[in-house]
């Protein structure tokens, strides 16, 4: 049985670039093309986001179960677990992750039958940086802006009291 790792996109290639990691923003970049995957990866570190990258959607849904994402960009058609799957079993767990589907072929026939299981965004390939950028940036800003809205405020120093309250 052949054993697969999720691996920190940080190679030496990686480690000339001047610019900080966002250690608040972390992406998990799944795609079964390892130049595709890694391209992907370096672009959004370069851009200053944490990176983790698995080589199919086997590999990205271990990384799901140990740590903690904010986006999820996926690919499509891959070998063990397609990104449609990837995507039910994240709904299934009922986990609070945005996703970007990156493909080539888009199961637009199975998003019409699941239209709960539609990601984020869909970049179709082949696409530019900017547009990889772009959508990383609109997306991640609506996931803020969305836990922004439901956040208590900043001055409340601890949960507002019950007292008197019914419902």
Not at 80 to 108: E, Q, R, S
Request: net charge negative.
């Amino acid at each position: 049985m052949e054993k697969h790792k999720l691996s920190p996109v940080g190679s030496p290639a990686a480690a000339g670039l001047q610019c900080k990691p966002n250690l608040r923003q972390r992406i998990l970049v799944v795609e079964d093309d390892p130049l595709i995957r890694r391209i992907n990866s370096q672009v959004l570190i370069h851009s200053g986001y944490h990176v983790d990258a698995a080589e199919d959607g086997a590999v990205a849904w271990d990384a799901l179960q140990l740590n903690e994402y904010d986006l999820l960009i996926t690919d499509h058609d891959m070998p063990k677990v397609t990104g449609m799957d990837l995507l039910k079993k994240v709904h299934a767990t009922h986990l609070a992750l945005p996703a970007i589907m990156a493909t080539g072929n888009l199961p637009a026939w199975e998003f019409t039958i699941c239209p709960w299981l539609y990601p984020a965004a869909v970049l179709l390939k082949p696409y530019t940086f900017d547009e990889l950028l772009g959508t990383v940036k609109q997306v991640l800003c609506a996931t803020v802006s969305a836990r922004a809205e439901i956040a208590p405020p900043l001055n409340w120093a601890s949960p507002p009291s019950t007292v008197g309250l019914q419902l």
